[in-house]
């Protein structure tokens, strides 16, 4: 299997020009079920291997099955197709039905994924394997331990793409955790880290600094120091503060509307009846802070209204509310949707604040944040460009006096 799978590899590899150009149906023919039939599969038995397999109105190309019980759903896009469009479409079907394992292909790449994790969708990818600039030994043994039939069977594969997956999983959760211990270590002034820095500076000078200096100087420089989190994407959760304010009126041509600070007060405490569920009780400090005193934590809130003429929302941080950030603050940017009927906010913490206030530009002494549509409909930060805003924006919604 494994010789004959890599020639039929490597054959096709040569051939990658002129692939590109295929259909969908093309790239079945010629990529998807060759592979699957070197695989082990009977492609002729249409019961082992399915086309248009139909489950609750839901159509996936293939279903690999076992004694007429599918255990693979794969789905197939023309060559070249852009697969991450597709992958929650794949899930959503194989969820459906129980099957325990996905298979996305546009024939040139193939991506395995375990469907029924109790994770975030793009979590549940467990490997993507290219035939282009690959080698074809190595794309040939890991596509048999994840697919051919006899390791289905078995029940190999499955223990495979859980180990790929583990390891995968582990390998993010020390992605995401470490620069929070670090965070921590800076933020707290550990100890350990104020006794090997004063030592250090004692042997390059031959004078050691007491425990104040060394603290003033983390203090001082931690906005250099800290590390931005760049967290794995969760699911969204939406929330329904109970919240009544005025009716809110807007502008017959679209533009800008006046400033509505009832409206800007009901969305806060909105926000805050939410997080006291998690941060217990709280109180509202000025216009934009909420103060949690069970758990000591402080939100800074600020809003903005959907400028339609510049399709950006905007943000301005005064210099007071920046002094002293520490921790256990966070930052919740609140903003009108972009079709005016709606509410959402967007919180980050503590360092990713910190990044952002440091990529920020300043007019007269505050800083400027600015989020926009850009063409091809994505939101994103105009200051943290990489940073997921699609996956971390939270509906919040208000009640509208007058409303039914």
């Not at 099955?65 to 794969?74: G, M, N, R, S, W």
């Not at 009901?266 to 934009?288: D, E, I, M, P, V």
């Not at 510049?310 to 940017?333: H, I």
């Not at 910190?354 to 994505?378: T, V």
Request: hydrophobic letters at 35%; glycine letters at 6%; proline letters at 3%.
């Amino acid at each position: 299997m494994i010789e004959r799978l890599k020639a039929f590899i490597e054959c096709r590899a040569k051939e990658i020009n002129i692939l590109r150009s295929y259909s969908e149906a093309q790239t079945s023919q010629a990529l998807v079920l060759p592979i699957l039939y070197n695989l082990g599969w009977d492609i002729y038995n249409p019961v082992e291997v399915f086309p248009e397999y139909t489950t609750e109105n839901k159509r996936v190309d293939f279903a690999l099955q076992i004694d007429d019980a599918p255990k693979v759903f794969v789905e197939v896009k023309k060559c070249g197709a852009n697969l991450r469009e597709h992958q929650s479409q794949l899930i959503e079907y194989a969820q459906w039905s129980g099957v325990p394992i996905g298979i996305l292909t546009n024939g040139l790449i193939w991506q395995i994924f375990l469907p029924m994790k109790a994770v975030h969708w793009q979590e549940r990818l467990v490997c993507s394997l290219e035939i282009e600039n690959s080698d074809p030994v190595a794309f040939t043994r890991k596509l048999i331990a994840l697919l051919s039939k006899k390791q289905i069977i078995s029940g190999e594969a499955m223990q495979s793409a859980e180990t790929i997956f583990r390891s995968h999983r582990n390998l993010n959760l020390l992605k995401n955790n470490l620069p929070k211990a670090w965070n921590k270590i800076i933020l707290e002034s550990n100890e350990v880290l104020i006794r090997t820095l004063a030592e250090t500076t004692k042997k390059l000078c031959q004078v050691m600094p007491d425990e104040n200096t060394v603290r003033d100087f983390l203090q001082s420089n931690r906005d250099y120091i800290l590390i931005p989190q760049m967290h794995i994407p969760s699911p969204k959760n939406g929330i329904n503060p109970k919240t009544s304010v005025g009716r809110i009126s807007k502008t017959s041509d679209g533009q800008r509307k006046k400033r509505d600070l009832q409206l800007e007060a009901a969305l806060k405490q909105g926000l805050g009846n939410y997080l006291q569920k998690k941060w217990g009780s709280f109180q509202k400090k000025g216009q934009s802070q909420l103060i949690f005193t069970d758990s000591n934590k402080r939100v800074l809130c600020i809003y903005s209204s959907f400028k339609r003429d510049q399709t950006r929302w905007f943000w301005g941080v005064l210099q007071k509310n920046l002094r002293n950030w520490g921790s256990n603050d966070y930052l919740a940017l609140i903003l009108e949707d972009d079709k005016g009927d709606g509410y959402l906010f967007l919180m980050l913490d503590s360092t990713e604040a910190i990044y952002l206030f440091r990529k920020c530009s300043e007019s007269k002494g505050n800083k400027k944040i600015n989020m926009r549509i850009y063409s091809g409909g994505e939101t994103r930060l105009q200051e943290w460009q990489d940073f997921s805003v699609k996956n971390r924006l939270q509906k919040l919604n208000i009640k509208i006096e007058g409303s039914e």
